[in-house]
C-alpha cells in the first residue's frame, strides 16, 4: 500500500530544468521516416541549461507518451536514474561537460532500448527520443520536439513544465498563458500560485494576464525549500480547462519560466483537466470535494479543506470507509510457450477477484491485437466460458498483446509471441474488495484549495488545486512516512579492505520539500567506515561529513533525491562488522558481495540470497532489506580473503616492540652509560637494523611503500 501510494505522487514529479523546444528541420523525405532516423541520436540543443540532458519516451509514436517510467542515464559509466513525468520526459541536470552518456529503458518486456553513446557538450544541453515500441509515426506528422507551424513548440505539450531562464534573475516565476497557440494569449486570467515550504507552512498568491498572457511572480525562494504550484482556469465552449504545472523549485542562479495552455478556443474537445492526470479522478457530485486517504492505518484523525487564500478550513470531518472502487484493478500476465500447440493457438486463463480471491472469472472479453498497434478496439475477440478459459487460432505472424476488460476498464497483458508455436497465456486482475477512508465536502467553484489529514501528532497534505462549477474533485492524500531511505550497494576485497559503491536514495514522500535542519541531512554510514567519496555528478549536492556519512545540504524536493558514492570498511581476519544505524529505517534496499571461495554473510531475517552472474564474476545478492526507522542494520561477511596470519602476529610483534623501546630508552636516560660490546653476526645485525627503521615507520606513521619493503624482507632473514 505504501508503496503504491508513493508511485502515485512521483509519476508527477520532475525537478525544475530546462525543458525548451528543438526544431528538427523537414525534408523531402517523409516525416516519420525523419523521426524513426533520429530515435535514439542526441540532438543538441543549445537552448537548454549546460550540462542538461532530457530524455523522452514515447511509446510507437510521438503522441504517445510513456509516464512514470524509469530511465537509466549511464554517466562515466556511473549510472543514474531519473522518472518520466506527464509529457514522457526524464530531465538529468548538472552533468559535467565531456563526460561520455549513453540513455537507456526498458520496454513492458522488459527489453533495454539504448542511444548512441555520446559526450556532455561544453554549451547547451541534450535531447534523445527513446520509443519502447516500433515507430508508427502519427501524432500529426510532427517531430517529437517539434510544434506549431513555422516551427514554434506545441504550448499544450510544454504546459505545466518549467524550464530554467539565465536570463532570469533568481526567485522570479513567468507565467504565460495560452489556448495552445502562442498568438492566442488571453488577457486578465487570474493565474494561483500556492507554495508549500519545508516548514510546513503555505502561501498563495494571485495575478492577472497581461495583454501578452503573462504574469510574474517576484521574490520567491531561491534555496530550494519551496515547492510552488502554478494553476488556472480557462474558459473555452460551456466549461473550463483545468490547467495546473507540476512543483516548481528555484535554485540560487536563475528564474523560471513556463506555459499554462489549454486546448484551441474552436476545440470540441471535452473540458482539460491537468489536475486530473496527476490524481485520477472519480465520479463526485458538482460542489462537493472528495478526500481519499492513501495508506492510511491509523484514521482516528481528521480531514480538513482549506482555503489556500486565506488558510482557514472550509471544513473538517472524521474520514469514513468508502465503498469498494472496482475501478481501481491490479492486473498481470504471463505467457508460457507450448511447443505441443500449433503455431497461433492461445489458450487463455483469466484469474483474480476482489481483495485475495483468485478465481476463475467468466464473460471476460478477451482481444488479441499486434503489439505494435495502439488501437485496443480492433482484433479478434472471445469471452471466457465458467471455467474462466478461452481457446483462440490466430494468423499472427508477429509480436502480440491482449486486451481484456475487468469492470469495464480495459487491461493490457505483456507481449507475446506465437508465429512459431502456440502458449498459454494467464491473465490475473484483482480489485478492492474495502473501500478507502474519505471525507467529502461542499466547496463552491473557482476556488484554490487543498487537503489535510491530522493524526498522531503527523500532518499530511494534498496537491493545491482549484474547484470546478459543473463536477466535483477527488484528491488524494498520502499518509505514509515524509522521508524513507534506500540503497542499492555492490561490494567486493580490495587489498585489505572491502570496497562498497553504489546507489543511495532518499524518498520524500510529501508535495514539500524536507530540510533536515541548518546542517543538512545526514546519510549515515556503517561504523568504522573509511574513504567516503561522493560520484563527480553529485557533488554539487552532496558532500562527505568524516566520521558520520554523506551530506546532503539542499532540502530535498518532492519525490527525493538520489546521489552515488562509495566506502571501504576494514577487513580483519577476512571478517567485516557491518552495523549502519538507519536513523530513517529501510525498504526494500539490497546489497550485492563479489563471490569468493568460503563468503558467508550473516544477515538480518528474512532477507533473501540470489547468485546474479555478471561480467565482473558471480555476486551474491541480498535483498529485499528491511529495517524499521531508529534501529540498525547489522550483518558480518565472513570468508574474505585476507593478509597471511604471519603479517598479523608481526605487526603484533612490532607494535609491542615499539613499546618496548620506548620504556628501554627511559631506563637508559636514567642509568649510567656503559659502553657496550657487541659481536652479533651481520644478519642479525641486519635484522636489528630493519626492526629498528621499521619501528621509527610506525611510530611517525609515514611511508607505507616503505613499510611493505622492510616487512618482505624480514620475512626472507627469518626464513
Request: hydrophobic content about 40%; glycine content about 10%; cysteine-free.
Amino acid at each position: 500500500m505504501m508503496r503504491s501510494a508513493a508511485r502515485h505522487m512521483r509519476r508527477t514529479l520532475v525537478l525544475v530544468t530546462a525543458l525548451g523546444a528543438a526544431v528538427i528541420a523537414l525534408t523531402a523525405a517523409p516525416a516519420a521516416a525523419q523521426v524513426a532516423a533520429a530515435i535514439g541520436k542526441p540532438l543538441p540543443s543549445p537552448d537548454l541549461a549546460v550540462g542538461l540532458v532530457t530524455v523522452k519516451v514515447v511509446a510507437g509514436n510521438a503522441s504517445a507518451p510513456v509516464t512514470g517510467t524509469d530511465v537509466t542515464l549511464v554517466v562515466n559509466d556511473v549510472p543514474r536514474q531519473a522518472r518520466t513525468d506527464s509529457a514522457g520526459r526524464a530531465s538529468f541536470p548538472g552533468l559535467p561537460p565531456g563526460a561520455t552518456a549513453v540513455a537507456k529503458v526498458l520496454d513492458e518486456d522488459k527489453t533495454a532500448h539504448e542511444s548512441e553513446k555520446f559526450a556532455i557538450p561544453e554549451s547547451g544541453g541534450t535531447r534523445i527520443l527513446l520509443t519502447t515500441r516500433p515507430w508508427q509515426g502519427g501524432g500529426g506528422g510532427a517531430a517529437p520536439f517539434a510544434g506549431g507551424g513555422a516551427g514554434m513548440p506545441n504550448p499544450r505539450k510544454l504546459s505545466g513544465e518549467p524550464r530554467g531562464e539565465q536570463a532570469d534573475p533568481s526567485g522570479q516565476l513567468t507565467v504565460r498563458v495560452t489556448y495552445d497557440d502562442f498568438q492566442d494569449t488571453p488577457e486578465g486570467i487570474a493565474v494561483a500560485l500556492v507554495g508549500y515550504a519545508a516548514d510546513d507552512s503555505t502561501s498563495y498568491q494571485v495575478e492577472r494576464t497581461d495583454k501578452a498572457g503573462r504574469v510574474q511572480f517576484q521574490d520567491l525562494d531561491r534555496s530550494g525549500g519551496t515547492s510552488y504550484f502554478a494553476m488556472a482556469l480557462l474558459p473555452r465552449n460551456d466549461g473550463l480547462d483545468r490547467v495546473t504545472s507540476i512543483p516548481v523549485l528555484f535554485d540560487s542562479q536563475s528564474g523560471v519560466r513556463m506555459v499554462l495552455s489549454g486546448e484551441k478556443r474552436s476545440s470540441q474537445a471535452p473540458a482539460l483537466d491537468d489536475f486530473a492526470r496527476a490524481d485520477p479522478q472519480v465520479a463526485t457530485p458538482a460542489g462537493k470535494v472528495r478526500v481519499v486517504l492513501e495508506g492510511a492505518g491509523d484514521i482516528s484523525g481528521k480531514v480538513a479543506l482549506i482555503d489556500a487564500a486565506t488558510r482557514k478550513p472550509l471544513g473538517q470531518a472524521a474520514p469514513q470507509l468508502a465503498p469498494p472502487d472496482l475501478s481501481r484493478i491490479q492486473s498481470a500476465s504471463e505467457f508460457l510457450p507450448d511447443n505441443k500447440l500449433p503455431a497461433g493457438t492461445l489458450e487463455i486463463l483469466v484469474v483474480g477477484g476482489s481483495g485475495p480471491n483468485n478465481d476463475p472469472l467468466k464473460d471476460v472479453e478477451v482481444r488479441v491485437i499486434p503489439a505494435a498497434s495502439s488501437d485496443t478496439d480492433k482484433g479478434p475477440a472471445q469471452v471466457t466460458g465458467a471455467d474462466g478459459r478461452l481457446r483462440m487460432v490466430l494468423p499472427a505472424t508477429e509480436p502480440q498483446r491482449a486486451v481484456f476488460t475487468i469492470n469495464g476498464r480495459p487491461q493490457i497483458s505483456k507481449t507475446f509471441d506465437i508465429s512459431k508455436a502456440g502458449g498459454k497465456l494467464l491473465l490475473g486482475a484483482r480489485w478492492e474488495d474495502t473501500g478507502r477512508p474519505e471525507a467529502v465536502f461542499d466547496a463552491g467553484p473557482g476556488l484554490t484549495v487543498y487537503a489535510e489529514y491530522s493524526a498522531g501528532g503527523q500532518r499530511y497534505r494534498s496537491m493545491p488545486f482549484q474547484t470546478l462549477e459543473k463536477t466535483g474533485s477527488k484528491v488524494t492524500i498520502v499518509t505514509v512516512p515524509r522521508i524513507q531511505f534506500q540503497f542499492q550497494l555492490e561490494a567486493d576485497v580490495e587489498d585489505e579492505l572491502l570496497a562498497v559503491r553504489g546507489r543511495f536514495v532518499v524518498i520524500n514522500n510529501s508535495w514539500a520539500p524536507y530540510r533536515a535542519g541548518p546542517d543538512g541531512l545526514i546519510v549515515p554510514l556503517p561504523h568504522g567506515f573509511k574513504g567516503a567519496v561522493v560520484a563527480d555528478t553529485d557533488q554539487a549536492e552532496v558532500s562527505v561529513a568524516p566520521g558520520e556519512g554523506f551530506r546532503l545540504m539542499r532540502p530535498i524536493p518532492p519525490e527525493g533525491r538520489q546521489f552515488h558514492g562509495g566506502l571501504s570498511m576494514p577487513v580483519d581476519r577476512g571478517t567485516v562488522s557491518w552495523q549502519l544505524d538507519l536513523p530513517l529505517g529501510t525498504d526494500g534496499s539490497q546489497v550485492a558481495i563479489k563471490q569468493v571461495a568460503g563468503l558467508r554473510v550473516n544477515t538480518p531475517p528474512g532477507v533473501q540470497k540470489e547468485n546474479r552472474p555478471t561480467p565482473q564474476g558471480i555476486y551474491q545478492l541480498y535483498g529485499p532489506i528491511g529495517i524499521p526507522a531508529g534501529q540498525s542494520m547489522v550483518m558480518t561477511i565472513e570468508g574474505l580473503p585476507s593478509r597471511p596470519a604471519w603479517r598479523w602476529w608481526l605487526q603484533l610483534i612490532i607494535g609491542l616492540l615499539v613499546v618496548a623501546v620506548m620504556l628501554g630508552g627511559l631506563a637508559l636516560a636514567l642509568a649510567a652509560r656503559r659502553p657496550v660490546a657487541t659481536d652479533a653476526g651481520p644478519a642479525e645485525a641486519r635484522k636489528q637494523q630493519l626492526i629498528d627503521e621499521l619501528v621509527e615507520l610506525e611510530r611517525s606513521t609515514a611511508d607505507p611503500k616503505r613499510r611493505e619493503q622492510l616487512l618482505a624482507e624480514l620475512e626472507r632473514l627469518w626464513g
